[in-house]
T-cell receptor
Framework: GQQVMQIPQYQHVQEGEDFTTYCNSS?????IQWYKQRPGGHPVFLIQ?????EVKKQKRLTFQFGEAKKNSSLHITATQTTDVGTYFC???????????FGQGTELSVKP | GAVVSQHPSRVICKSGTSVKIECRSL??????MFWYRQFPKQSLMLMAT?????????EQGVEKDKFLINHASLTLSTLTVTSAHPEDSSFYIC?????????????FGPGTRLTVL
């Protein structure tokens, strides 16, 4: 079945350093979404990417969707302590289909 | 934005009892609701998908007789964990989908932490 792999599992950075998490799907995706889950909290929707090669920015966050629509990345520039949490990608093989979550990348930021 | 509530937020019960968790979309009508469970430090695992007025679709390995899902209206879905056992202790999260042409977003509830003694 469809699998979504996410790396790294953990990332520890110094405040101000950059951070990237990568997501790879075993199948071509209709769209991919990114979520952030703070410790003890629930996933919060960040963004959805639909088009091949799409790049979207939200302040210090940059999201990319690969040309083949099988991989994606989230890059945070100059991390802050408020960025702490687990970032999940979630891919959908077709519109209205099941959303498959990656394993998540847990980010910790040392002040 | 779309708000999804979940009740209760925490529940502790004895082994063998049943627990009902409610998921409500507060400011939109949810055509589809999803139920996930999440173990500590792990990802979200989809348990079932429910559409209003029809039977839920369960993922492989999820016992439909143990995890009863009712989606009676466009704003409410319930998950009942029947005859709960300690291995059912987990974080249960619902999400609601408001599908449109431009987005296909799921909005998550705050989750219910179930502890079975």
């Amino acid at each position: 079945g469809q699998q979504v792999m996410q790396i790294p599992q953990y990332q520890h950075v110094q405040e101000g350093e950059d951070f990237t998490t990568y997501c790879n799907s075993s199948t071509t995706l209709s769209n991919i979404q990114w979520y952030k889950q703070r410790p003890g909290g629930h996933p919060v929707f960040l963004i959805q990417l639909v088009k091949s090669g799409e790049v979207k920015k939200q302040k210090r966050l940059t999201f990319q969707f690969g040309e083949a629509k099988k991989n994606s990345s989230l890059h945070i520039t100059a991390t802050q302590t408020t960025d702490v949490g687990t970032y999940f990608c979630a891919g959908r093989a077709n519109q209205g289909g099941k959303l498959i979550f990656g394993q998540g990348t847990e980010l910790s930021v040392k002040p | 934005g779309a708000v999804v509530s979940q009740h209760p937020s925490r529940v502790i019960c004895k082994s063998g009892t049943s627990v009902k968790i409610e998921c409500r979309s507060l400011d939109f009508q949810a055509t589809t609701m999803f139920w996930y469970r999440q173990f500590p430090k792990q990802s979200l695992m989809l348990m079932a998908t429910s559409n209003e007025g029809s039977k839920a679709t369960y993922e492989q390995g999820v016992e439909k007789d143990k995890f009863l899902i009712n989606h009676a209206s466009l704003t409410l879905s319930t998950l009942t964990v029947t005859s709960a056992h300690p291995e059912d202790s987990s974080f249960y999260i619902c999400s609601a989908s408001t599908t449109s042409r431009s987005t296909d977003t799921q909005y998550f509830g705050p989750g219910t932490r179930l502890t079975v003694l």
